[in-house]
């Protein structure tokens, strides 16, 4: 994969997915309120998070604009804002395996334009990789 501007080209070679992921995700259980998903959103400075079940599996992620999404309907219908499972991402997720191709990962996050995509093994969430990792990836690689 060639990347690069400016006349700059910047070959990465292909690598393992789990030497570049998020080995702790930041993640939330589906039956936990909004505001805490909110909170833990907040506190971790990121922009999503995956949902898990008691067991780690993979059910859902939620994002910022979800939460949104909530709080805006709480406030229309006035209501509580309700749980992570009412607003969470749950139908065709799209994860990767902590082996897979670097390069392919990045190729296809670009291709569905998503910003992260959880790494399930064995049917466990193990990590993530988000954009930044793969920025941090390419610039190990250019240097």
Do not use: W
């Not at 998020?22 to 998903?37: F, N, Q, R, W, Y």
């Not at 604009?65 to 509580?80: F, G, Q, V």
């Amino acid at each position: 994969m060639h990347l690069g501007g400016a006349g700059e080209a910047i070959m990465l070679n292909s690598v393992n997915l789990r030497d570049h992921m998020l080995p702790h995700p930041t993640k939330v259980g589906a039956d936990d309120s909004i505001a805490e998903a909110m909170h833990v959103i907040i506190d971790n400075k990121v922009s999503g998070v995956c949902v898990v079940d008691s067991q780690d599996n993979l059910v859902g992620i939620l994002s910022e604009l979800d939460c949104l999404r909530a709080m805006l309907d709480s406030t229309y219908n006035r209501t509580s804002p309700g749980r992570v499972r009412d607003y969470m991402a749950s139908d065709n997720l799209v994860v990767a395996h902590p082996n897979e191709d670097i390069v392919d990962v990045a190729q296809d996050m670009l291709s569905k334009n998503k910003r992260r995509r959880p790494v399930v093994e064995n049917g466990k969430l193990i990590g993530q990789i988000t954009c930044r990792q793969l920025l941090r990836a390419v610039q190990q690689f250019a240097q």
